[in-house]
């Protein structure tokens, strides 16, 4: 089973990488973009048939690794 | 209006990325973990009422600056 997961910085940390893009599409004549902020997307084949125990695993990975919970939010979602 | 991009890897190219973060959760005794891919989430506001238009231009960033598309696949999706 395929499960994907969003990992974003929360709302109040800073995004250096996401101003950056900002400036880098604005330099390219972009205009009205009120703002770009970067995240990571991860998606997980698991071998697991059961969509909720899946999802439980998942989120203990996102937990214990791929998102630091201090300054990032995840949300597990149904892969693109 | 918000607009989110996925990038990812094309199916055919090699993500060493995935591969380690795949290795340190076996590591970490996640078993049964078939495949990881990792990719990049974009979140973009951009002043534009028009649902359409919005999109467009979003397409327009993703070809020019966002994604490779030589190795890399993009979609726009409704932000999480």
């Known amino acids: 089973m ?3 997961v969003i ?3 929360k709302k109040d940390v800073l995004d250096p ?3 950056t893009i900002k400036k880098t599409l604005e330099g390219m ?3 009205n973009i009120n703002n770009i902020r970067q995240g990571k997307y991860f ?3 698991i071998d697991e ?3 909720k125990k899946a999802e439980e695993k998942v989120n203990e990975m996102c937990k214990k690794l791929l998102a ?3 300054i990032e939010d995840y ?3 149904k892969p693109e």
Do not use: P, Y
Request: net charge positive; charged share 25%.
């Open 17 to 19: 990488q996401g101003t």
């Open 68 to 70: 630091n919970l201090v």
């Open 7 to 9: 990992v974003t910085l």
């Open 43 to 45: 998606e997980i084949d």
């Open 29 to 31: 004549s972009f205009n």
């Open 49 to 51: 048939k059961n969509k």
């Open 2 to 4: 395929k499960i994907a």
């Open 75 to 77: 949300k597990v979602v």
